[in-house]
């Protein structure tokens, strides 16, 4: 008599059949997720670029924004490379509406409104807030990374508020500064969040369960893994999972920082005993102890051999005739280079 049960191979999974294969449908989606190489990635960079940019695509046009950085003066070298110069050269207004840079212009910007921003000279103030407003406008236009504008916008306000009373340049300036900023909050506060028509296209949550864990183990930000979790019921429980979260903490802290809140009779390795750590509770403690770790798609960088200071994906026109080596520069490197 022949055997009428499930499926005992796989019950209730489905098949897919690919080049070399009949392969389950849950895996070949796996493997698609492991298989976004660095080609693969860089396609849909292009592919999101061209979409998004429409009228302004003149902006991804191959421009290199570079400078030669004089690191100090000599009989020939008379000139130091200013702040204000430096940023009006890397073209910092232009490089947020570049989704790549614009994360790094960001922290620039948040580092030197926080640190001394009432002793930049005058010229440098207003490069600052025209990168600033360009940043304000180009996050309502895209409605990306307004996050980051409400934060620079309240740390504009706070800076503006300390140096008050001892800044460089002229009074009627700082007026300016303190309406501009008013102005970028306004707009920012009437902003409104528009809902996506019921167009019957797939959303997130309609996709399978394996699908929306990839996506999100990719994504680096603890706020939008919440923010994804509370937008859906469907979602809640995805964001929840301590497999996700115990990724996370091993990508933002090394194993000794882990360890300082990891429970002493946890031995990790143990299957048993992991199961029971709260991976999201260490997350929090290892984060406001030691903050976490910054990533960007783009960075500065500087050439060892020319001293030129450019954005890496962009490159400069070197020198060298050998392929030279260069430092990559983070935003707290940059900034250490000028004397505020
Ligand atoms: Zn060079």
């Given at each position: 008599m022949p055997f009428l049960g499930q499926d005992w191979r796989s019950p209730g999974d489905q098949w897919v059949r690919t080049t070399e294969g009949w392969e389950k449908l849950r895996l070949w989606r796996l493997k698609v997720f492991e298989n976004l190489n660095e080609n693969v990635v860089a396609r849909l960079i292009r592919l999101a670029l061209t979409m998004d940019l429409g009228p302004h695509r003149q902006?991804?046009?191959?421009?290199?924004?570079?400078?030669?950085?004089?690191?100090?003066?000599?009989?020939?070298k008379k000139e130091l490379t200013s702040l204000s110069e430096a940023l009006l050269r890397l073209d910092m207004a232009g490089a947020v509406k570049d989704i790549r840079r614009s994360n790094f212009v960001c922290k620039l910007l948040q580092l030197i409104?926080?640190?001394?921003?009432?002793?930049?000279?005058?010229?440098?103030?207003?490069?600052?807030?025209?990168?600033?407003?360009?940043?304000?406008?180009?996050?309502?236009?895209t409605e990306l990374n307004l996050g980051w504008a409400r934060e620079l916008l309240s740390q504009a306000q706070k800076g503006l508020d300390q140096g008050q009373n001892y800044h460089i340049g002229s009074q009627c300036l700082w007026e300016r500064h303190h309406a501009l900023v008013c102005k970028l909050s306004n707009q920012v506060a009437a902003y409104q969040l528009k809902q996506r028509d019921e167009d019957n296209r797939v959303t997130?949550?309609?996709?399978?369960?394996?699908?929306?864990?990839?996506?999100?183990?990719?994504?680096?930000?603890?706020?939008?893994?919440?923010?994804?979790?509370?937008?859906?019921?469907?979602?809640?429980?995805?964001?929840?999972?301590?497999?996700?979260?115990?990724?996370?903490?091993?990508?933002?802290?090394?194993?000794?920082?882990?360890?300082?809140?990891?429970?002493?009779?946890?031995v990790v390795g143990k299957d048993e005993e992991e199961d029971s750590i709260d991976w999201k509770n260490i997350y929090k403690r290892?984060?406001?102890?030691?903050?976490?770790?910054?990533?960007?798609?783009?960075?500065?960088?500087?050439?060892?051999?020319?001293?030129?200071?450019?954005?890496?994906?962009?490159?400069?026109?070197?020198?060298?005739?050998?392929?030279?080596?260069?430092?990559?520069?983070?935003?707290?490197?940059?900034?250490?280079?000028?004397?505020?």
């Open positions: 902006t991804t046009e191959r421009r290199q924004p570079y400078f030669f950085f004089n690191k100090g003066t000599s009989r020939e409104l926080e640190n001394k921003f009432a002793n930049l000279s005058g010229t440098a103030q207003k490069h600052i807030f025209q990168i600033l407003e360009a940043t304000i406008n180009e996050a309502l236009r997130l949550s309609d996709l399978p369960a394996d699908c929306i864990r990839s996506i999100l183990y990719c994504v680096a930000d603890h706020r939008d893994i919440i923010h994804t979790g509370q937008a859906a019921s469907k979602l809640q429980d995805f964001s929840q999972e301590m497999l996700l979260w115990r990724e996370l903490c091993q990508y933002h802290f090394s194993n000794r920082q882990i360890l300082t809140f990891l429970p002493s009779n946890v290892c984060y406001k102890r030691f903050g976490k770790k910054e990533t960007f798609a783009d960075m500065l960088a500087m050439c060892t051999h020319c001293c030129s200071i450019y954005w890496q994906s962009l490159g400069h026109p070197c020198i060298s005739d050998v392929e030279a080596k260069s430092r990559v520069l983070s935003p707290e490197d940059f900034i250490k280079l000028f004397p505020l």
